[in-house]
């Protein structure tokens, strides 16, 4: 499958501090946040190659994903940014850029294989 076609879910995304005050500006649980935030990267994703669309605000980034006042608190908690150009997603390449997900895929490769080894050994 190639690289684009997937975000990783990151373990304990749901009790990271930016999802809880996510979670609370939107009146959800922080599941549903974690998967509004979701919803905004893959967005994203379809938009940028480096974590900036420019001429956007965090506005936007609600209408565009149709989730009403998510760009808004992803700006408060951090996970988006605005200036004058348009808005910015924070450590983009650790999990968009092709090479993260290429290293992601690598390591989740490795990782069964080292499983496979054990099983086989006993």
């Known amino acids: 499958m190639p690289a684009g076609f997937w975000i990783p879910w990151e373990c304990g995304l749901t009790k990271k501090r930016e999802i809880l005050l996510i979670?609370?500006?939107?009146?959800?649980a922080p599941r549903e946040a974690a998967a509004c935030c979701m919803e905004v990267w893959e967005w994203a994703q379809s938009q940028s190659v480096d974590g900036v669309v420019p001429g956007l605000s965090a506005q936007d980034v609600s209408g565009a994903t149709g989730i009403s006042g998510v760009g808004e608190a992803m700006l408060t908690a951090g996970w988006?940014?605005?200036?004058?150009?348009?808005?910015q997603f924070p450590n983009w390449e650790r999990f968009n850029a092709k090479s993260a997900k290429a290293r992601l895929l690598n390591a989740e490769r490795q990782r069964r294989?080292?499983?496979?080894?054990?099983?086989?050994l006993r």
Do not use: D, F, M
């Open 113 to 120: 294989y080292k499983s496979n080894a054990k099983v086989t």
């Open 80 to 87: 988006v940014l605005e200036s004058e150009g348009g808005i």
């Open 23 to 28: 979670a609370r500006q939107l009146g959800v």
